[in-house]
């Protein structure tokens, strides 16, 4: 009898843990990811990807700094799409980055979008996404979408 209730409990307990590692797994491409700056002479190489096509988010500071403005320009398979201007601060206690990235579908297919949230300090910030059917830089007007 004992024995059953612990055979019963390994199942139950193997089941949670199976599940809460799909679930954790199956969430990576919604969780956002942050857009770090480079200097002006460091590569781009693409570290992104949205359907077919290679993105590469080139967020180069103008000053150097621990803090100051940055742009983002957006390369989708090797050309550039848009730029996106935006802030970032790396003080003392301070973690800021030049923006997020984040996936959502948008475009009515199958594959996700790339969402891009970049960091501002006036509020009312635009959001940027590059779709999976067109791979250009739209800015996106849902503020239902953050």
Request: charged content about 15%.
């Amino acid at each position: 009898m004992c024995n059953r209730r612990q055979s019963r409990w390994r199942k139950w307990a193997l089941l949670l843990v199976a599940s809460s590692g799909i679930g954790w797994y199956g969430t990576a491409p919604f969780r956002s990811q942050p857009i770090v700056p480079i200097g002006p002479a460091e590569s781009c190489p693409p570290n992104l990807a949205v359907a077919q096509w290679p993105v590469a988010l080139c967020a180069r500071i103008d000053t150097p700094g621990d803090n100051g403005p940055v742009t983002i320009t957006v390369l989708v398979d090797g050309k550039s799409v848009g730029t996106i201007v935006s802030d970032y601060n790396y003080d003392t206690l301070m973690n800021v980055p030049a923006g997020y990235t984040s996936y959502r579908w948008l475009d009515d297919d199958w594959h996700l979008d790339l969402i891009i949230d970049p960091h501002s300090l006036q509020t009312g910030r635009p959001l940027y996404y590059v779709g999976s059917r067109t791979g250009r830089l739209t800015p996106l007007h849902d503020t239902n979408i953050r």
